[in-house]
């Protein structure tokens, strides 16, 4: 490992440390990856690639010292929560929506019906045959 990524992980180390005692000093002091990488002076992305072990272990002591869940995962979880009652929701507007078509067709089946039988049978004269012709285009 090279001089430079041994210093960001001690700097990544040291930000964890801080974070955890709520004594961020670069950061919004939040659990979270973005607030490490602030407070350790690194890119996201390098605690993302480079330093996977790392973001994993601040999870875990995020888990075990504070005995609660990453701020991440809270707003996942209440995404999927949502999104859950969301389907829920349309779910059940799709089936009223079923429902309320089926009455609308028997509805026009019933007025058809009473239309038809209010005019009596259609009675073309002798030798006027009606013929249905394709549309032209």
Known sequence: ????????????????NRLLAEQATASNGGLTIVALAAEAGV????????????????????RSETRGVPETEKRLRETVTKLKKTIANQKAEIEELRQLVTNLTLANAVLIHQSDTAQGP???????????RPPTT
């Open 1 to 16: 490992m090279t001089q430079h990524h041994q210093d960001e992980r001690v700097r990544i180390r040291a930000a964890m």
């Open 43 to 62: 890119h996201r992305m390098a605690l993302i690639k480079r330093h996977a072990d790392l973001k994993n272990e601040f999870y875990e002591r995020i």
């Open 122 to 132: 259609p009675n073309p004269a002798p030798g006027n045959v009606v013929q249905l």
